[in-house]
Structure formats: structure tokens, C-alpha cells
């Protein structure tokens, strides 16, 4: 699903587009033009920029010879963008999205079309109650020696005082649930502040491939990327709850936690968004945004379809009606 909204005032910020863990390049071209070279454009700039043709064997000649025979110098800007859009959304991809001053569209079936498997309000209402505590953006709580912890965005950033502080208190427990559910990605420096409490040594956990050349298949060799461990570390047994709407710099976070020993992720596969996205600003203004690398895991594979868990559970739609969430129990029930 590639979807269009409308807005006023301001460009609406789309939440794949919230789903960003690092930093973004910002090209722009000043000349104005039609729409048939506006959509040339476009397609341009992806055919010599855009990371996963291969990767999602999409055969992007093919794409322009459908869509560029809907568009002439008559097509108005509305029906320019729909039809940008149509063929942006082929690649079902995340990280891909378009916006202009009053319409933004971007893909959203990485989660969209499957079961939510989380219900923040059946967590605090039925589970946390009115006693959790929070540290920065995490809330947490103990119960009968097990934490539990709920990360809700990688955008919200923990001082070094609140992480200290909450792990200061978790290493006391026997085993902790770290709930991702819902987390759209964010900064990756987050990312790396929490994991370094899960690690008792300094790690790869990653390859970034980057773009080398204007060429569909022209890549950097693989980027080896290490993570530092911290000075508080948290080592006992750890089960980590994620879903389809884990994505971009949380789908790295689930990554590197699948790579540790005591760690056991549950729940559903993650959603993906291996590339890092960067930005190009069209002649007309419209904002084009598109994977420029790839993330291939320690064993060089990529990462962009998602990871999946060890344990695969979900929620029905009764269950969740309820109040009930069967992922979080289990992972209590494996930890007690």
C-alpha cells in the first residue's frame, strides 16, 4: 500500500518516514520544467541512486515504460504525483516516499498488511497498571524478578544518567523482556546506547554498503561496523518482543540483539528497511526520498525483508479484543 494524504500548512511527516536511524543527504536542483521532464526526473535520479533494484528484482525499465507513457506536457501536478507515486510504490519499499507542499505518499504495507500484534493501551491497562516507572523514553516495571521495558521510538534519546539508572535496576532481575512492538526506527545513536548494555565485547554487527557509482549494481565493498560494549551490562536471559511495524533503525536494533547468545526474540518478523534514506529535491519542489545503501547482517545478508524471530507468535483478533496479549505472556512464562 503506497499512500497519499493530504495537508496543509506543512508537509506531513509520514510515520515510515519517522523510521529514519541515520543522518540524510539533501540534493537540489534549482530549474523549473513539465511534467514529462519532472517524471524523467524522478526516474533518473532513482535508476543512478536508488539501492535495492536487485536486491527486490525490480526491473526498473520495464517500470518506466508503463508510467511514462501516462504522463504529457498536459498532466497537472496532481495527476503527476499519482501517478509518480504508482510507480515509486512497485518497489515496496519503506524508505521511498514523495512529498510535496500538499501531498505525501509513502509505502506502508510492511506492516499495514499483516496483524498488528500490539496494543499499547492493553499493555498498560491490563499488565503495567498505574506502577510502572519510567527512565527517559522507556517505561518499565519488575514483576517476580522478570523486567520488563517498552522502547516506543529510537527518535526519543536517553541521557547516559536515565540508562545508567535503569539498568542499574534490571541487573537485578533474572531475566528481562524488551518490548520493540511498533517502534518505526529513529536515531541510531539510541540504537547503540541500548545495545551496548547487551554486550560483553566489542562486536560487528553490521556491513553498510553504500552506492559507488551512478550504475544499478555499483556498490562499495561491504563496511565492516563494530559496537562498543558498555560499563553497565545486562547478561542474564533476555526475550525481545517485535512485530511487523519494527522497522529502519529498530529493525537494526533487533539485528544486532538476534546475534547474542542469551537473547530470544518472539513475536512476528520485523518489518525491514535496510537502506539508509536520503533526500533529492526535484525542480518542482516535491522532496524525493529513497534508500541509498544496504545493511547486510554479520553473515552478508540483507537485512531489508525484515528479521525474523525465534519464536513466531501473534494475537488474534479476539485475544487483543480482550485485552489480552499472549506474546508478552509467553515471554514471561519463558523467563520465570
Request: charged share 25%; aromatic share 12%; glycine share 6%.
Amino acid at each position: 500500500m503506497f499512500k497519499i494524504r493530504r495537508c496543509r500548512g506543512s508537509l506531513l511527516i509520514l510515520v515510515l518516514m519517522m523510521a529514519l536511524g541515520c543522518e540524510k543527504k539533501l540534493d537540489i536542483k534549482d530549474e523549473a520544467t513539465d511534467s514529462v521532464a519532472i517524471f524523467d526526473e524522478l526516474w533518473s535520479v532513482m535508476d543512478q541512486r536508488y539501492s535495492m533494484f536487485s536486491f527486490k528484482e525490480v526491473d526498473w525499465d520495464r517500470v518506466y515504460t508503463e508510467y511514462r507513457q501516462q504522463v504529457t506536457t498536459e498532466t497537472d501536478p496532481l495527476q503527476l504525483f499519482r501517478i509518480c507515486s504508482r510507480m515509486l510504490e512497485t518497489l515496496k519499499d519503506g524508505h521511498v516516499a514523495l512529498l510535496s507542499e500538499k501531498d505525501t505518499a509513502g509505502y506502508l504495507g510492511f506492516y499495514t498488511t499483516y496483524a498488528a500484534n500490539f496494543s499499547y493501551r492493553n499493555i498498560v491497562d491490563n499488565y503495567l497498571r498505574n506502577d510502572y516507572k519510567t527512565k527517559g523514553p522507556v517505561i518499565y516495571k519488575i514483576v517476580d524478578g522478570v523486567g520488563y521495558l517498552y522502547y516506543r521510538s529510537f527518535f526519543d534519546t536517553f541521557t547516559e544518567t536515565e540508562v545508567n539508572a535503569l539498568f542499574g535496576e534490571l541487573v537485578q532481575t533474572k531475566g528481562l523482556i524488551v518490548d520493540v512492538r511498533d517502534n518505526t526506527g529513529g536515531n541510531s545513536a539510541n540504537v547503540i546506547t541500548l545495545f551496548s548494555h547487551f554486550l560483553a565485547e566489542r562486536k560487528l554487527v553490521k556491513y553498510n554498503v553504500y552506492k559507488s557509482s551512478a550504475g544499478r549494481n555499483d556498490f562499495s565493498s561491504p563496511d565492516p561496523f563494530y559496537i562498543e560494549p558498555s560499563n553497565l551490562i545486562y547478561s542474564k536471559p533476555v526475550v525481545l518482543l517485535t512485530n511487523r511495524k519494527c522497522y529502519s533503525a529498530c529493525n537494526d536494533f533487533v539485528l544486532y540483539m538476534s546475534d547474542l547468545s542469551n537473547v530470544k526474540i518472539m513475536g512476528d518478523q520485523t518489518g525491514g528497511g535496510g537502506g539508509v534514506p536520503y533526500n533529492y529535491i526535484l525542480s518542482n519542489g516535491w522532496k524525493l526520498q529513497y534508500s541509498a545503501t544496504a545493511t547486510l547482517s554479520p553473515e552478508r545478508i540483507n537485512i531489508e525483508n525484515g528479521i525474523q524471530p525465534d519464536i513466531n507468535i501473534g494475537i488474534t483478533t479476539i485475544e487483543e479484543n480482550t485485552g489480552k496479549d499472549p506474546i508478552l505472556e509467553k515471554a514471561f512464562e519463558a523467563l520465570q
